[in-house]
């Protein structure tokens, strides 16, 4: 469990890094940029005119990406029954990943599928209080 995105991870390395900078990179035939302020007033009257207040998009893009990399990650252990990690891996692979490719996404990594787990674990101390004391009371 704890490496099983290393071998990704690894090939997102540098190589996608010097691609990302030479992408980023501006194009020489590109238009020139113009300067804040430098606007004629018949183009600010018809960019007014002409737009339309702007609607609310209804999500953020997604990037294609991991939401961060794997130097960024922790490895630490957790300890459960072997049922807690197959419901675990059962609702991560069954739902989670069904609804990422619901939205588009189907890249996701291990790391940020964990570390998703962790941030709504901690979004959400009662239930996991809630949770030990009844396994306490089913014993």
Do not use: C
């Not at 290393?6 to 900078?21: H, I, N, V």
């Not at 035939?29 to 430098?38: M, Y």
Request: charged share 40%; no cysteine.
């Amino acid at each position: 469990m704890g490496f099983d995105d290393l071998e990704a991870a690894e090939q997102d390395r540098p190589d996608k890094q010097d691609e990302e900078t030479e992408a980023s990179e501006p194009e020489p035939d590109a238009a020139p940029e113009v300067p804040a302020g430098s606007s004629t007033p018949d183009s600010t009257a018809e960019e007014t005119a002409d737009s339309e207040p702007e609607k609310e998009s209804p999500e953020p893009a997604v990037s294609d990406t991991p939401a961060f990399e794997y130097d960024d990650v922790k490895q630490s252990p957790m300890y459960a029954r072997p049922e807690a990690w197959t419901a675990l891996e059962d609702a991560l692979d069954l739902d989670v990943v069904r609804s990422l490719r619901d939205a588009g996404i189907r890249n996701e990594e291990k790391r940020e599928l964990h570390d998703a787990v962790l941030r709504v674990a901690a979004d959400h101390p009662d239930e996991i209080a809630d949770a030990v004391r009844q396994a306490r009371r089913e014993e």
